[in-house]
């Protein structure tokens, strides 16, 4: 069977070169060519022996996910959707340029089984994890497709004779991720880790552990699994003050409740990469966004060193919530920041292409009929 090599870190890549009877020094090669230079053809790794490019043009392959749609927003978000299987299944990652960086709002599941009530994907089920190529080949192909749109806009001015060298608004390549797209990345802890492995090599994507994020709905056990194992910058989705109402948001709380959740987040500050836990806060219409809930937050958070960001809710069909007003919004803010709570509100971004938190729905096969009871015995 061909390998993929997009399936391994640097680790990997020496175990399976090993069998090949090759020097550990060619995987730095290989990694360098598929993810810094972007290379999926072995005959252009051009420091390879011709021998060695023969044999692993017979044995091996870059293999990556087949770009279905490529839409971009009037605010220059940049949505992807991609086609992962023969079986119709699909994912979606999302671009985001800023003036100083650019992120990618990467899947690492089709589908989800944590059914949140206010989540487009919770709601379409669970079809299966994604692997490690398909979760970093939404980076690979998202650099690729970004210098490609460079290229072409700076052949573009050169045509047009510019006198002016066009600005651009932002980077054109990735320099942050988050794993805040389908799925929850903790529920695919293996696959996700190594691409993460992949992401921070230096003979990969290079990136520091602080310019990657990791948001999960609170599994606590593998919080404590990511701190040992590879502690990267960490976003927790907390969403509701107490049990109660976090029971009925987000259903995994009935099995890691929000006290074990603080304590797993203490945990993970010894060896985080920033000295604070992000909470995600999604702001309904009525339902967690009043007075008495931001309170009850600053009362429940005081012991943890943390920032919030408040996530307006995005709207799908048939969601049954609404978004909360600005007022509310701004309102809530205030007595988190008065309360000394770093707090930021997140700018809806990709509209006009639903690319926003929440709304990435890609193409689901739900495997499970997926029940409470299903989604908590996987975890
Ligand atoms: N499964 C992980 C990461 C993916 S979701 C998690 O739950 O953290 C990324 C963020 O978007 C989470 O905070 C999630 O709660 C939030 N989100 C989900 N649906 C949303 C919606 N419709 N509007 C706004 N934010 C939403
Ligand atoms: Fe899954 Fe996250 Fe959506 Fe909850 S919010 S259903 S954990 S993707």
Redesign the pocket.
């Known amino acids: 069977m061909t390998a993929n090599l997009l399936n391994y870190d640097r680790q990997g890549l020496i175990d399976f070169l090993s069998e090949m009877g090759e020097k550990s020094f060619r995987a730095r090669q290989i990694l360098k060519w598929i993810h810094q230079s972007g290379e999926s053809d072995f005959d252009q790794m051009t420091d390879l022996s011709k021998n060695l490019r023969t044999k692993l043009s017979g044995l091996a392959a870059v293999s990556l996910p087949r770009v279905m749609r490529d839409h971009t927003a009037a605010d220059g978000t940049r949505k992807w959707l991609l086609s992962v299987d023969d079986a119709g299944n699909g994912i979606e990652s999302v671009y985001i340029p800023e003036p100083n960086r650019g992120t990618l709002c990467i899947s690492s599941q089709v589908g989800?089984a944590l059914a949140?009530a206010?989540?487009?994907t919770g709601k379409q089920g669970f079809n299966r994890n994604l692997s490690v190529a398909e979760i970093i080949g939404q980076l690979w192909l998202a650099n690729k497709a970004l210098a490609k749109s460079d290229a072409d806009q700076q052949l573009s001015a050169v045509e047009s004779e510019a006198t002016v060298t066009p600005v651009l608004p932002s980077p054109r390549k990735v320099t942050n991720v988050v794993?805040?797209?389908m799925?929850?990345?903790l529920a695919n802890f293996e696959h996700v880790v190594t691409a993460l492995d992949i992401m921070l090599d230096d003979h990969g994507y290079g990136l520091s552990r602080r310019r990657i994020t990791v948001?999960?709905?609170g599994l606590v056990p593998a919080i404590d699994r990511l701190r040992e194992r590879c502690p990267v910058a960490l976003a927790v989705?907390l969403?509701a003050p107490n049990d109660a109402l976090r029971d009925r948001l987000v259903p995994i709380n009935q099995k890691y409740p929000i006290k074990a959740l603080l304590e797993a987040c203490q945990r993970y500050l010894q060896a985080a990469p920033r000295d604070f836990i992000t909470f995600?806060y999604?702001m309904l219409d009525g339902v967690n966004d009043g007075a008495s809930h931001a309170h009850e937050l600053v009362e429940l958070v005081k012991d943890v060193p943390c920032k919030f960001n408040l996530?307006p809710?995005?709207a799908?069909p048939n969601s049954g919530f609404n978004r909360s007003s600005p007022d509310a919004v701004r309102a809530f803010r205030d007595i988190l920041m008065k309360a000394g709570l770093v707090t930021t509100v997140r700018k809806t971004r990709g509209d006009d292409i639903a690319a926003a938190?929440?709304?990435l729905a890609g193409q689901v096969h739900d495997k499970t009929r997926r029940t409470l009871k299903v989604s908590m015995e996987i975890m």
């Open positions: 989800c949140c206010f989540c487009a794993m805040m797209g799925g929850e990345p948001s999960t709905s989705s969403h995600e999604v996530i809710f995005n799908f938190c929440g709304q």
